[in-house]
């Protein structure tokens, strides 16, 4: 029969090692963690900015656009938002109000009651309007899947498109034609993503896009939208070369495209980011004619340390750092923030935090307050080329 008392004692033993070991395991994680994070935070970077002037007209002083994408709702329920907006803001983008879903409630239907009125407000506080999208294979109607065919889905597409772009000829200053069209990770040798547009049409429904909203409203600036271009990453790196073969494509084929659309939905987390490589590829761009227009701006901050105070700063050389690279590139004419407000953002659902902090990727925070990321942006724009 064993000793009683030396198993317990050697039990003891090798749980005491085995939590000194786990302890020494946490201890080096936190170390790790916290090199990390301070990798990221340079708590002594001045983002001191000269005046009060607003972003708009910090930008506009260099011939750049600025302003954010907004929902309906929110101006007319939230008039401090919209006095925010209408200072800040030379430009407007309806974030949900342009889309099939919210356009479209039937097959025979069009509402545009809502879009029509941002336009309004846009015009009333003396802001351009700017229409997002046209061509997406996200939001379609309910209706869609059951209606919409490969025999009629021409019909529809031209039909959309020439009724929307019309409706709007001569009051926009620049349409997403078609959005997020690339996806590599799919592996078609093009590049392309499947959905139902290229199901239905194949390829050439991109072109037919441009064609179309060029014919109905021919003062439009006609963008190609997309995301994930930024990062010196493999998937960063196939997505700005698919991008490119796509644009390149359609100037050789004399399709009415005028720019690229870059999202911009950073990430406060991550290191790879790498200034030439961003550099080459808005150089590439530009090299085809096209303009750049930062569309989507925002910094998720997810996974960076809790403390606001350190977060704000982090997500503030994020911005700085990506817009003075971008807005040396003089074919940039236009930055769009996806939102203006931590108030009302969509990463508070699609990037959440895991300590249910609030998000704080804008460049106001939830109580309207300027944060450090508007001193990130008023400085990129101070210190921008004039164009
Ligand atoms: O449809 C209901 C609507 O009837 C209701 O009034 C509302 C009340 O909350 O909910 C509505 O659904 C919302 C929908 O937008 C409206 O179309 C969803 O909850 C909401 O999650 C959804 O998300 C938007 C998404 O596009 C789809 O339109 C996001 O707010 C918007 O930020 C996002 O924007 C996209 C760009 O268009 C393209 N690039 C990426 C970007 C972020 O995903």
């Not at 963008?223 to 997505?239: F, I, K, S, W």
Request: include cysteine; proline fraction near 5%; charged fraction near 25%.
């Amino acid at each position: 029969m064993p000793n009683r008392r030396l198993v317990s004692r050697r039990r003891a033993l090798w749980l005491g090692l085995a939590s000194l070991t786990s302890i020494g395991a946490i201890a080096t994680a936190r170390a790790g963690y916290q090199s990390y994070y301070q990798s990221l935070d340079n708590p002594k970077r001045d983002f001191k900015v000269t005046g009060y002037a607003p972003l708009k007209k910090r930008a506009e002083a260099k011939g750049i656009i600025f302003g954010s994408a907004i929902r309906q709702d929110l101006l007319v329920s939230d008039s401090r938002l919209a006095t925010s907006f209408a200072q800040q803001c030379g430009i407007l983008v309806p974030e949900w109000e342009l889309k099939w879903n919210i356009l479209r409630p039937a097959p025979d239907k069009f509402d545009f009651s809502k879009a029509d009125w941002l336009a309004q407000f846009a015009r009333t506080h003396g802001m351009l309007f700017r229409g997002h999208t046209l061509v997406w294979y996200q939001v379609l109607p309910k209706w869609f899947n059951e209606i919409v065919n490969r025999q009629n889905a021409e019909k529809f597409l031209v039909e959309h498109i020439a009724t929307v772009t019309k409706h709007y000829a001569g009051q926009m200053h620049s349409w997403d034609v078609v959005n997020e069209a690339i996806e590599p990770e799919q592996r078609r040798s093009d590049g392309l993503r499947n959905s139902p547009w290229l199901e239905f049409l194949g390829p050439d429904y991109i072109e037919l896009a441009f064609r179309v909203a060029a014919q109905a409203d021919p003062k439009a600036l006609l963008v190609y939208n997309d995301y994930g271009l930024e990062y010196d990453t493999p998937t960063d790196e196939a997505r700005r070369t698919a991008v490119l073969k796509l644009l390149e494509r359609l100037k050789s084929r004399g399709t009415p495209l005028h720019a690229l659309g870059i999202q911009s939905h950073l990430t406060g987390h991550e290191t790879r980011f790498n200034p030439k490589k961003l550099q080459n590829f808005l150089a590439d761009v530009a090299s085809l004619g096209l303009k750049i227009l930062i569309t989507e701006l925002d910094v998720v901050d997810q996974k960076l340390p809790v403390d606001a105070a350190v977060r704000d700063r982090i997500v503030a050389r994020v911005y700085e750092d990506f817009l003075s690279v971008v807005l040396d590139e003089p074919a940039v004419i236009a930055v769009l923030t996806w939102g203006l407000s931590d108030r009302h953002t969509w990463l508070s659902n699609h990037a959440p935090r895991s300590d249910s902090a609030s998000v704080r990727p804008l460049p106001f925070d939830s109580n309207l307050k300027s944060k450090l990321a508007w001193n990130a942006m008023a400085r990129a724009f101070d210190n921008a080329r004039k164009r």
